[in-house]
Every structure is written in structure tokens, then in C-alpha cells.
């Protein structure tokens, strides 16, 4: 039963999705939706597991709706579906089980006998399960960090994106240049050469075929990861990782465990928002109705012209990614969202 104080909270997360002129930092969004769903199962009454999961996946599909390119959400709502039934297995224990379970009808299993559960003790474990993701959520640019010294050497040249508009990327740089001395080609648009820090030389798209010859490695940073090991980038992203491909440089991209998104994307350009034009005012308006001015927000990279993803917890190759989601995600969730 939903309560009017779980109502009034969603309707000011929705509104706070709505206010915004750009998209925000992934963690931030992250971590307002899984709050939100801390909140919805400490507050809601539910009978049974079931009625538990459902209440997260029709929060999930509300929040989705109205950022429906706005995987993060989506993949927040799944992950608490699944620790509510790694919960509900833990408090059943194991003795249900026998050497003749089927590996197909497993994960079918805890649905089967819900009337034994005890629904107080799962909401209480869940809880403190949420509050254990909140906490890997907000170290995750940390622990993203802590691995530069592993990855970029001494004399280095690398080459990074959208530096500007990633925190991951800053910490990750920062990080490298307390133990290493390298230097880094920080790719901008011509509006935003002065913005570049000082311990980062400015180069426009037009320049990045001329420096790779130097570069030895390329860092981008994720906006979302794909089962098949493809990823979404700031737009412009894509070029970078083609030109590095053609002189054989690396391209790592940085990705924390909740952008790891369990499903294929059927259509891409469906997630595809567009950013604002930079045009002045007095030309967008004599162009009004005449010209559409397309500017996508994103790229998406194939796995074949990535390296290695620097996820929070490890950093593994492309055709690992559909492993990796088991951990996080149910396939009975998957299928029901």
C-alpha cells in the first residue's frame, strides 16, 4: 500500500528530472533513485515478496517514464529487485534446494514458495543491502581512481574527452599524477580552450589525427555499458576511439558497476538526446521552423574498438561485460520490467 508521503516524494523526484536544463553527473542520479528506494521500502506495507517487487518495478517504470534515456534509472530499480531476492533465497537458506535443480528452473524458485518468507526480516536485510550499494556508489569514483597507477605509466600521453563535464575522469587523471609524470591531451571545443586545466594541454577534433601519432593511450568516460561490450560516449567520442584504432592506440573507458545495463538496446538512436544548439539567439530564431539543427549527446563505441573497461571493482575486457551483469541483475527482473 502506497502511502502519501511515498507519493509526494516521487512527484518531487520527477519534478527535479523535469527543472533540469542538463543531464546531470551519473552518480548524482544514481544515487536519487535508490534513495527514493530505500525510502519506498521502509515506508511501504507489502505481504509478500512479490508485492515488494512489484512496488520497485512500478516506482521504476514512473521514474523511467519520464527519463525514459535515462538508463541509470532503470538499472538502480533492477539491481534492488535483485538483492530483494538474494534476500528472500538467504532467509529461505539453502536446504530447499537438491542436486537435481535444473540450472534453468533455479532461478524460478524463489517465487515458488513466497508464503514462506518471513517479509519483515527480508525489508530489514534489504534495507541494509540499499545502504551498501549507496556506500559503493559513492566511493565508486574512488575506487575508479585508485587504479590509474596501474594502467598509465611514466611518460604516458594520454588523450581524454568531455574532461570537463567528468568527475570520474578528473579523479581518475589526479590520481595518476600523484605517482606519475605523463602528459595528457585534453580534446575541447573551440569555446572552451581557456576553461582546460593547467596540467592538460588543449587540442580541437581537427588536431586529435595529428596528436594520436604521439598518444599512448585514449581515456573515455562511459556514460552506459551494453551486454555485448559496446558502450555509449560523449558525442565525438567515436572519431577519437576510430582515429586511435588506426595507429593501434588503447582506449580505455571508465564505468562504474550501475552503468552496466543488462539488456540490448534494440534501436540506439532511441536513447540519443540532443543537446542544446550553440547558435545565437537571433539566427536560431530566423531558422525557426525551417532547419533542424541535430546534435546528438552521445556516441556509441563497438566493443571492437575498446581496450579495457576501468569499472569500480576491476577492470576487465569487452566479451566480459555479459558475466559481469549476473551480479547485479535477476533474469526473471529483466524479463518482467
Not at 13 to 40: G, H, M, P, T, W
Not at 285 to 313: H, R
Request: hydrophobic content about 40%; proline content about 5%.
Amino acid at each position: 500500500m502506497e502511502s502519501n508521503e511515498i507519493e509526494s516524494l516521487r512527484r518531487s523526484l520527477v519534478a527535479s528530472f523535469r527543472k533540469r536544463d542538463s543531464r546531470e553527473s551519473s552518480q548524482k542520479v544514481a544515487l536519487q533513485v535508490i534513495n527514493y528506494l530505500r525510502k519506498v521500502v521502509l515506508q511501504e506495507k507489502f505481504e509478500s515478496l512479490h508485492q515488494l517487487i512489484q512496488s520497485l518495478h512500478r516506482n521504476g517504470r514512473v521514474l523511467s517514464a519520464v527519463e525514459p534515456n535515462e538508463l541509470i534509472i532503470i538499472n538502480i530499480v533492477l539491481m534492488v529487485s535483485k538483492l530483494a531476492r538474494d534476500e528472500a533465497q538467504a532467509t529461505k537458506g539453502p536446504g530447499s534446494l537438491t542436486p537435481y535443480d535444473s540450472l534453468y528452473t533455479l532461478w524460478r524458485e524463489i517465487g515458488s514458495n513466497e508464503k514462506s518468507f518471513n517479509i519483515k526480516k527480508i525489508k530489514k536485510d534489504l534495507i541494509q543491502s540499499i545502504k551498501e550499494i549507496i556506500t559503493e556508489v559513492e566511493t565508486s569514483r574512488d575506487s575508479i581512481a585508485s587504479q590509474a597507477s596501474e594502467l598509465i605509466n611514466s611518460q604516458d600521453v594520454v588523450l581524454v574527452y568531455s574532461l570537463k563535464n567528468s568527475p570520474t575522469l578528473d579523479g581518475f587523471l589526479a590520481s595518476a599524477r600523484r605517482t606519475r609524470k605523463y602528459r595528457v591531451y585534453n580534446v575541447v571545443k573551440s569555446t572552451e580552450i581557456d576553461d582546460s586545466p593547467d596540467f592538460a594541454t588543449p587540442i580541437q577534433h581537427c588536431d586529435v589525427g595529428n596528436k594520436m601519432c604521439e598518444t599512448t593511450k585514449v581515456v573515455l568516460s562511459g556514460a552506459a555499458v551494453f551486454p555485448d561490450g559496446s558502450c555509449l560516449v560523449p558525442a565525438g567520442g567515436l572519431t577519437i576511439a576510430l582515429t586511435a584504432q588506426r595507429h593501434s592506440v588503447p582506449v580505455f573507458v571508465l564505468a562504474a558497476f550501475y552503468k552496466i545495463t543488462p539488456f540490448f538496446i534494440p534501436d540506439p538512436s532511441a536513447l540519443n538526446t540532443s543537446c542544446r544548439a550553440d547558435i545565437p539567439f537571433d539566427l536560431a530564431n530566423k531558422l525557426s521552423g525551417k532547419v533542424e539543427l541535430i546534435q546528438p549527446a552521445f556516441d556509441i563505441l563497438p566493443s571492437q574498438l575498446i581496450s579495457l573497461f576501468v569499472s569500480n571493482s576491476s577492470s576487465l575486457i569487452p566479451a566480459h561485460v555479459n558475466r559481469l551483469k549476473e551480479d547485479y541483475y535477476h533474469p526473471q527482473d529483466i524479463s518482467e520490467f
